[in-house]
């Protein structure tokens, strides 16, 4: 079973920034792809961004030029840079792996991380 485990979120003011990070750990033989999922009230769980163990990257519209994935293979962490926040990037982040386990694969989730963006 693998774990993801995320940090970083808070409060911040319009304009500024914020870094999470999220940590795979547990049983597998390799992640092929991470990803950011956000959920505001009222609304459905959206795609932020993604990016496979290759580098490949996939943002949404609405985040792209702002914020920046990145992914650490040797330490199972994907990170999120959110610049330029704003009120509409409010939401519980999560973050998701998908991997092997010898001939099976998985998909695993966060439990999530809040982000408020308000003056």
């Known amino acids: 079973q693998v774990q993801l485990v995320e940090s970083g979120g808070g409060l911040v003011q319009p304009g500024g920034s914020l870094r999470l990070s999220c940590a795979a750990s547990g049983s597998m033989s390799s992640i092929y792809a991470m990803g950011w999922y956000r959920q505001a009230p009222g609304k459905q769980r959206e795609l932020v961004a993604a990016i496979t163990s290759g580098g490949s990257t996939n943002y949404a519209d609405s985040v792209k030029g702002r914020f920046t994935i990145s992914m650490d293979n040797s330490k199972n962490t994907v990170y999120l840079v959110m610049d330029s926040l704003k009120p509409e990037d409010t939401a519980v982040y999560c973050c998701?792996?998908?991997?092997?386990?010898?001939?099976?694969?998985?998909?695993?989730w966060g439990q999530g991380t809040q982000v408020t963006v308000s003056s």
């Open positions: 998701n792996a998908d991997g092997t386990l010898g001939p099976a694969s998985w998909r695993a």
